[in-house]
């Protein structure tokens, strides 16, 4: 059923102690705990086997130390470490050292206490240590489920899913009751490779065949697989399966948690809306995560009504919102309109103890600014620097439009300037931004000094920058310019859209260059784009044409693009 250990490979002479500990060192130059290769791991045929080696350097290090000290530490002391850990992984190798050493009743609870420590830094390093104990032999100390499981858990994270369930082989022909410990990393390691339906398959399937019951960790796994697979609508499925087996695992708030997160990811709000309902009336409540993820939701979709109705049930239940949740419902309050509200939020907020962050106070400036309230933006802008928060990006970008619209160009180009002496770099909207303005007030020589810096910084205009520029020479009259710019538009490979087509248009007809027109218009039907032009426009150019073929005018012969 599952790949298992090669029964015909030659068996491996048990070495004592001393022998192990005489075995060459590796090479200088090899690092043997480092997450070995696929090659430096132990194969499957002769699983567990010696090819990991044991680090030599380490080991007598450990007796140089314990040496110096005169005398050797009592078992109890070594258990004590083992169960204390707090030395990290590096005394969780001496100490494993030290009890495997000890022979004969090594208690195996503190050898794999020891080992889980070493696995957690380093699973190579763990590795090595189990093969120790395999060669040590079943006399002096015999590996358990649990120790097999950690084994499996290291395999896993060296992406070895294949010696993984060569170990899981060694467990089940070894006799040892299977448990959902066992297989849960090995169902990780499936859905990190997208073999959710392998896993699944597991889960539903092979586990109980093993005798094994999968937990609600199990299932949990495979939630998380078919979400990050885009497949919610199967998590919400199996979710439901879970919830009415009426078996002993029912969906924890770690499952709702992930279906709810996956539904909302995959863009279908009103699913985790019913699911969040669900989780409500089968009495588990959500967290914090939960909540803000469904009112971040709820004010994505301007449903403040409900958005509040969360939030409200959520401070009943005694869940304290964080700045991601205020946050949510500032930007909420703001695109429907409510600035009121939203102002209360911001200091229901602090007055909470919950400090706004550069999200929350972008969101609260880019309603202002979007409200020609560029001064008060502005403010709360120098008042956010004030604090210590850094402005990012957006931040930037949405009062830099805001002075765009509002045509306050000296307060544009000085926040521009404060932004790069800020060491943040302008994106395609922040110089199409400055582009627009300076072209909106007809300065198109600004507009294109702002054009040539653009491309300086390494960033290709797009369909945006030409439509902005182009139209802007339409504008002035200056039609060579707007044709030119046109041409190298298509040269370098932006291809123009709806847009651009009509400024084009409009902007030869307007300015009496008809023939020209009709010539691009012929260019634009060859090239099979004629439902770019807007209807209007398209039965005003049809007409316009008409007229000309009666009155027997001449075209240009040079094509417009």
Excluded: W
Excluded at 180 to 186: G, S, T
Excluded at 189 to 194: H, N, Q, R
Excluded at 522 to 533: F, P, T
């Amino acid at each position: 059923m599952y790949p298992t250990a090669r029964t015909d490979a030659p068996v491996q002479p048990r070495s004592s102690a001393v022998a192990v500990e005489a075995a060459p060192p590796p090479p200088p130059a090899a690092d043997p705990f480092a997450i070995p290769s696929r090659a430096a791991l132990p194969q499957v045929s002769t699983f567990p086997c010696p090819s990991v080696r044991p680090d030599m350097a380490r080991r007598v290090a450990a007796r140089a130390r314990a040496r110096a000290g005169g005398v050797p530490r009592s078992e109890g002391t070594i258990q004590d470490r083992a169960r204390v850990g707090s030395g990290g992984a590096e005394d969780a190798l001496d100490v494993f050292d030290e009890l495997l050493r000890r022979g004969i009743g090594a208690p195996i609870r503190s050898l794999n206490g020891a080992l889980a420590d070493v696995a957690r830094d380093n699973p190579a390093a763990a590795v090595s240590r189990f093969n120790r104990m395999a060669r040590a032999g079943a006399s002096m100390v015999t590996p358990t489920v649990h120790t097999y499981g950690i084994l499996i858990g290291c395999c896993c994270s060296a992406g070895r899913l294949d010696l993984g369930f060569a170990a899981l082989g060694h467990v089940v022909k070894k006799g040892f009751r299977v448990e959902p410990i066992i297989f849960n990393p090995l169902l990780k390691g499936l859905c990190a490779d997208k073999r959710t339906d392998d896993a699944m398959d597991i889960v539903l399937r092979g586990m109980t065949e093993l005798g094994c019951v999968p937990n609600v960790f199990s299932h949990t796994i495979i939630l998380k697989g078919l979400c990050h697979e885009n497949r919610s609508q199967e998590a919400l499925e199996l979710l439901h399966m879970m919830a009415d087996d009426g078996g002993g695992c029912l969906p924890n708030v770690v499952s709702y948690s992930t279906v709810i997160d996956g539904l909302l990811k995959g863009g279908d709000p009103d699913k985790a809306y019913a699911t969040y309902h669900e989780m409500l009336d089968r009495r588990i409540l959500p967290n914090v995560v939960i909540y803000s993820s469904i009112i971040a939701a709820l004010c994505k979709g301007q449903a403040m009504d409900k958005a509040m109705e969360v939030h409200d049930r959520m401070v009943k239940n005694g869940v304290t919102p964080n700045c991601f949740t205020y946050t949510s419902l500032v930007h909420g309050f703001c695109s429907s309109g409510q600035l009121t509200e939203a102002i209360k939020f911001l200091e229901k907020m602090c007055s909470n103890g919950v400090e706004p962050n550069v999200v929350t106070y972008s969101s609260f400036m880019d309603y202002l600014c979007k409200n020609g309230r560029c001064t008060e933006a502005r403010k709360i802008f120098d008042s956010m620097v004030k604090r210590g928060l850094k402005p990012d990006i957006t931040t930037y970008s949405s009062l830099l439009h805001g002075y765009a619209i509002e045509g306050a160009l000296v307060e544009m180009h000085g926040l521009f300037d404060l932004m790069v002496q800020s060491d943040m770099q302008p994106d395609h909207y922040v110089f199409n931004t400055l582009i627009y303005a300076s072209a909106k007030q007809g300065k198109v020589d600004e507009a294109m000094l702002v054009f040539s810096k653009m491309r300086q910084q390494g960033l290709k205009p797009n369909c945006v920058t030409y439509n902005t520029l182009i139209n802007g020479y339409c504008k002035i009259t200056r039609m060579e310019n707007a044709l030119a710019l046109f041409q190298e538009m298509v040269s370098n490979g932006v291809s123009p859209n709806f847009i651009t087509y009509n400024i084009m248009l409009q902007g030869l007809f307007r300015t009496g260059r008809t023939a020209t027109a009709k010539e691009f218009y012929v260019q634009i039907i060859k090239s099979g784009k004629k439902d770019l032009i807007e209807q209007g426009l398209l039965e005003e150019l049809d007409d316009l044409f008409l007229s000309m073929e009666d009155n027997d005018c001449s075209t240009v012969s040079t094509p417009a693009c």
